[in-house]
């Protein structure tokens, strides 16, 4: 009887008495005491009336408790369906009624809304907090750890993880056994992760970053994490001696390099730094490598793929691409009004084929078909450049593109820009609506510490590198822009905040 993602990821720390993972508070879990909680958890999930293929709701602090929990999933065959922490109630209702979970687990403190939620989806409610308290973990104390994981092919389904939604309503993309085992496979050949890594974890793993790249390629090459909440940076540096490795957004690495205490001798022993989730400016990398004496790795993948493309472990890190397709992937990038592949070069729509791709988005078989061809490549919205040698340098998301004029506009030429300049921390570039041209560009710029960029001489910069019709015709000067928890730019909410800068 095989179960494919628990026999790779979970099943080989069964004996294991070192630390699989280090805690907040120094102390430790060892792999035994990590895979025996996992397989109590399961068997409540049995004892619950949970079913293979039912789906289970998550709402709850990141912890090692947590992590243990989407293992037992794993044993269990009950399809893992991660939520947000920052998720209301309202919206923790969408996704438990479309999703019909059968379990929702939240934090006891949240014990009051969640489970009116769950009750109006028909579904059981549970409680499991990060230290260890609540329902689910006090029928967890008196399970027994002697549960047999259930049987799974490679196309069941271990999760369904929602996107974010901020062009309407969030669809869950399905992600089968395969999709999460042959990338986590991938990826751990393509870094180099081996038994030895000590990963320092400081990302949420409600969210396929934090889950399925960092956690799920730890787990399958036997190394240990320092499980931490979230992203704070005196525990960073404090906790950076002990590690090998660190996944991030690059929300990390600005914050880090704000630290006097972040040198190039606390970092000597590393071996790799990654980020991913939203662009890591071309100036953040060269500013890192200075500092630290390393080239952060940046990728790119998205829910729906997990990871696509990465810079090459061993070879060129090229600041602002996100690197070639990895092994077994395909990428192509075509027009995104006839689908057909494009000259190197020329900016177009990213598509993506392989075993990373995902099943479709549930209950959306309309969507599923527009998004997802019969051949495979799924339509990823992103817009994106490739060189002759496969680096694929993203220029923007379909959403984000600004016709104005008729003349197609794409942000990431001017952020680059604008981004240069003297003042200028970064920049967002969105569209909004315009009485002549259809769409009008604002640049939205944050000022860096104690200094305000020059407006005139921003003007004449891009006046004489950018056409007319590109040059914005609003700048706004702000102190930060808004961002979801990965660290991603909401460029809808710019859109709506200056949708009324050219009305009437």
């Not at 993602?5 to 993972?21: E, G, N, Q, V, Y």
């Not at 396929?208 to 956690?215: D, E, I, Q, W, Y």
């Not at 993506?352 to 495979?376: C, H, I, S």
């Not at 680059?416 to 909004?432: C, T």
């Amino acid at each position: 009887m095989t179960n494919p993602l628990f026999d790779a990821l979970i099943a080989p720390h069964k004996a294991r008495r070192s630390p699989l993972l280090i805690l907040q508070d120094q102390s430790e879990m060892s792999g035994a005491d990590f895979v025996a909680r996992a397989l109590r958890y399961a068997r409540v999930l049995s004892d619950l009336g949970l079913r293979p293929g039912d789906r289970m709701a998550v709402q709850i602090a990141k912890s090692g408790e947590a992590l243990a929990l989407y293992a037992a999933s794993l044993a269990a065959g009950v399809v893992f369906l991660p939520l947000n922490t920052a998720y209301t109630g309202p919206e923790v209702s969408y996704f438990v009624t479309d999703s019909g979970a059968a379990l929702l687990v939240g934090d006891p403190e949240k014990a009051a809304a969640l489970g009116a939620v769950a009750a109006s989806a028909g579904a059981r409610f549970e409680t499991l907090g990060a230290a260890g308290d609540g329902s689910l973990a006090a029928l967890a104390d008196r399970a027994a750890d002697d549960f047999q994981p259930v049987e799974r092919a490679p196309d069941d389904l271990a999760a369904i993880l929602y996107t974010s939604g901020t062009t309407g309503r969030s669809k869950g993309a399905m992600l089968s056994q395969r999709n999460l085992l042959e990338n986590a496979r991938v990826l751990v050949k393509a870094w180099h992760f081996t038994p030895d890594d000590t990963l320092l974890h400081m990302l949420p793993i409600f969210h396929t970053h934090g889950l399925f790249v960092a956690s799920n390629v730890s787990l399958l090459s036997g190394g240990k994490m320092i499980f931490l909440p979230g992203f704070n940076t005196a525990e960073a540096l404090a906790f950076l001696p002990r590690a090998t490795t660190m996944m991030g957004v690059p929300t990390f690495y600005t914050r880090l390099l704000s630290e006097p205490g972040f040198t190039r001798d606390l970092t000597a022993h590393m071996r790799l730094f990654t980020s991913g989730s939203a662009p890591l400016l071309a100036e953040t990398h060269i500013a890192f490598e200075e500092r630290s004496g390393h080239r952060i790795l940046e990728r790119y993948g998205m829910t729906e793929t997990n990871m696509t493309t990465s810079n090459p472990y061993e070879g060129e890190r090229r600041a602002g691409t996100v690197g070639p397709a990895l092994p077994g992937i395909e990428v192509k990038i075509t027009d995104p009004a006839t689908g057909e592949t494009l000259p190197k070069g020329r900016p177009g729509m990213i598509e993506v084929r392989g075993p990373n791709v995902f099943q479709g988005y549930w209950n959306m078989p309309e969507k599923t078909a527009e998004e997802l061809r019969p051949d495979g490549f799924f339509i990823t919205g992103d817009i994106a450049v490739m060189d002759d040698q496969g680096y694929v340098t993203i220029v923007g998301r379909q959403k984000d593109l600004i016709i104005s004029g008729g003349y197609n506009i794409y942000p990431k030429e001017l952020e680059l820009i604008l981004d240069a300049r003297p003042g200028v921390l970064e920049s967002a570039v969105v569209g909004v609506p315009h009485p002549d041209f259809g769409e009008a560009v604002v640049a939205v710029l944050v000022r860096q510490p104690g200094v305000e960029p020059d407006l005139a001489a921003i003007k004449a910069r891009l006046s004489d590198e950018l056409a007319k019709f590109k040059q914005p015709k609003r700048y706004v000067v702000v102190d930060e822009l808004p961002r979801n928890t990965m660290g991603k730019v909401q460029k809808n909410l710019l859109r709506k905040e200056y949708a009324e800068s050219f009305r009437a």
